[in-house]
């Protein structure tokens, strides 16, 4: 007997999507294959855009994600956050947090937990200093918010996996790397968040 319905809406860059994994499964494909309860009906809905900065996520993820939500079940909120707001000739810190912070209040407002997962590094250093700037502050508004934030940028950055895995992908990564990101998700604080039991085996 499943008594919790619950509704994922995930929403992201092209990465979320699977780009990269020669599998097509990605990393949520592989999160997801990892969750399941016996009184729990999980429905899932990937809504990604590539290469979108968070001002962009955060003008559209209200109008598709509530279509996807259900009027009578627990629905849920997965913000896969990507580097695309380094490009932007204005870019701050600032901006971007107030971009994120208006993404979860308006979830909390509505009574739907989200989960962020921060960007990812590349292998350009430079940039990467820059991107942990950024993931600095979305973790500050995520925690500020009591909302799960899985780091990937800061264990990701210096793994020898990871970096080979993007060489080889020509920036993207590949089964190894999706599979890294997913292990990061599964393993910090997705179960809890479904309110779901972890797998024994």
Excluded: C, K
């Excluded at 979108?52 to 079940?73: K, P, Y």
């Excluded at 627990?74 to 701050?92: G, H, K, M, P, Y």
């Amino acid at each position: 007997m499943q008594n919790r319905q619950i509704r994922i809406a995930a929403v992201g860059d092209h990465i979320l999507a699977g780009a990269g994994d020669p599998r097509a499964v990605g990393w949520w494909g592989r999160v997801l294959a990892r969750t399941s309860a016996p009184d729990v009906a999980l429905e899932n809905y990937v809504l990604a855009v590539p290469h979108e900065t968070t001002e962009e996520l955060g003008a559209r993820w209200w109008g598709e994600a509530s279509r996807r939500f259900s009027e009578s079940g627990e629905n849920r909120l997965v913000v896969a956050l990507s580097d695309a707001d380094l490009d932007l000739d204005a870019s701050s810190s600032a901006r971007s947090r107030l971009n994120l912070a208006n993404v979860l209040d308006t979830a909390s407002q509505r009574g739907i937990p989200v989960l962020v997962l921060g960007p990812t590094p590349s292998l350009d250093e430079s940039r990467n200093q820059r991107l942990a700037e950024l993931n600095a502050a979305y973790l500050d508004v995520a925690d500020r918010r009591g909302q799960v934030y899985v780091d990937a940028f800061t264990p990701l950055r210096d793994h020898e996996q990871w970096r080979a895995d993007l060489a080889a992908g020509g920036g993207l990564p590949g089964q190894a790397g999706h599979g890294l990101i997913a292990w990061l998700v599964l393993h910090r604080g997705w179960y809890q968040w479904l309110g779901v039991p972890e797998p024994t085996a």
